[in-house]
């Protein structure tokens, strides 16, 4: 394997930890967040509430996996260009619809179904522009 495609595999491997670590983040947070309930119509509850939230291992987890995936995202940045890197960002839109099936049992709609054909149809046609 020669040096460019040693380049462009951790190219590759930069955006799957931007995509991978941005999905965990979406996840992780909705997943503790609706342990919570609603938030609370009064301001002052809504204080606590938030508190409560930003006291959570789990939801600090989401939030430190939100600035992993922004170092991974500026490391992808020094591999490709952006207007071909960015579109595989769409992926983590792909992977949380999955997951919130599966996990929280988030209904199925053929509007869903469709963007994400699409989303996945862009990242095709662009991937094919390297």
Do not use: N
């Not at 995509?19 to 967040?33: A, E, H, R, S």
């Not at 119509?41 to 409560?52: A, I, S, T, Y």
Request: net charge positive; aromatic share 16%; proline share 4%.
């Amino acid at each position: 394997m020669g040096k460019a495609e040693r380049i462009l595999i951790v190219g590759y491997i930069y955006i799957f930890g931007t995509v991978f670590f941005t999905v965990y983040g979406q996840i992780i947070l909705k997943w503790q967040i609706s342990k919570y309930g609603g938030l609370p119509p009064e301001l002052w509850d809504k204080v606590l509430f938030v508190l409560r939230l930003l006291l959570d291992p789990l939801i600090l987890s989401g939030f430190l996996s939100a600035f992993v995936a922004s170092l991974f995202w500026m490391a992808a940045m020094t591999k490709f260009d952006i207007s071909y890197a960015y579109p595989f960002m769409s992926l983590s839109f792909g992977l949380v619809f999955l997951l919130s099936i599966f996990l929280f049992h988030e209904p199925i709609t053929a509007h869903k179904v469709i963007g994400l054909a699409l989303i996945i149809a862009g990242i095709l046609v662009t991937s094919q522009s390297a």
